[in-house]
């Protein structure tokens, strides 16, 4: 089992950068694939961006491609979210996600572990 932690989110303004950072207990973090999704008021659950257990794969949604760039350190058990060009459209909840299933990895349903979720809200 796996208990992820978020931390990093914040209020930023247009064109701004954030980093987020998700936390994970366990040994076999190595072996989970790892997304970020995010959730905005009133709307549904989206993918961001996911990526494989060697951090050599990745994918992202088409309206963060370009801006957003995941990573993760399998030595300290932490996938990061590195957040560039923030527009307001990106302000919503944040959730990290593992899975070790190798399909379908842009729906939610393909997760089995959740983080608690951490606020991003890009104004001015």
């Known amino acids: 089992q796996v208990q992820l932690v978020e931390s990093g989110g914040g209020l930023v303004q247009p064109g701004g950068s954030l980093r987020l950072s998700c936390a994970a207990s366990g040994r076999t973090f190595g072996t989970y694939i790892m997304g970020w999704f995010r959730q905005a008021p009133g709307k549904e659950r989206e993918f961001v961006t996911a990526i494989n257990w060697s951090g050599i794969s990745t994918y992202y949604a088409d309206s963060v491609q370009g801006r957003f760039t995941i990573s993760r350190d399998n030595a300290n058990n932490t996938v990061y979210l590195q957040m560039n060009s923030l527009k307001p459209e990106d302000t919503a909840v944040y959730y990290c996600?593992?899975?070790?299933?190798?399909?379908?990895?842009?729906?939610?349903?393909?997760?089995?572990?959740w983080g608690q979720g951490t606020q991003v809200t890009v104004s001015s």
């Open positions: 996600a593992a899975t070790q299933k190798r399909t379908y990895l842009r729906s939610h349903y393909a997760y089995d572990y």
